[in-house]
């Protein structure tokens, strides 16, 4: 593996607060989803990672390392979703903007389609990126995903503020290799 970064994923832990403030609370990073998250949010969303990452048959959240000293890139993760009549997995990913564009999402998001295809309880995992996030939306081609069609979403939940995305499925059971 001459020339690429060594992506490895570990779970998110209670010392992964600043991580996630320089993800989810920077206005840089959150330009595809409505801008950055308030203090009081962070602190929710953290626990919320934290309590879903010790159980990962119903999810989890990831910190991803790069490189030997296992730098923290940003973050990956999988949970539960109802989506079109059936239980399916949803992923998503945030990697720090020193880290982007050296294909450590899309290491990443293979590293989880693994971790699925283990599991096997939910055939599918969904991606819902912004029809204009064209970094996250190469990510989907790249891991394998196909492009279902568009859809509108309610960003945050309960916001009230509604962003196009594009729906994305990739059969974790298949048996293809991805590149």
Known sequence: MS???HVAIRPYSEGD??????TLGDPRM??????????????????RFVAMSTDSSVGCVFVITVGLEKASAGTVGYWQRDWDGQKVWETG???LPEFQGQGIATAATRLIVGLL???????YLFAFP??????SNAICRRVGFTLLREAD?????????????????LDVFADTKRE
């Open 3 to 5: 020339g690429r970064i």
């Open 93 to 95: 990913w945030s990697v």
């Open 130 to 135: 912004s029809v204009n996030n064209h970094a």
């Open 17 to 22: 607060l600043p991580l996630l403030g320089r």
């Open 30 to 47: 959150m330009t595809n989803l409505g801008g950055p998250e308030s203090a009081e949010k962070l602190l929710e969303r953290h626990k």
């Open 117 to 123: 295809a283990k599991l096997r309880n939910r055939r």
């Open 153 to 169: 979403f309610e960003y945050p939940r309960g916001s009230g503020s509604f962003m196009r995305c594009n729906v994305w499925q």
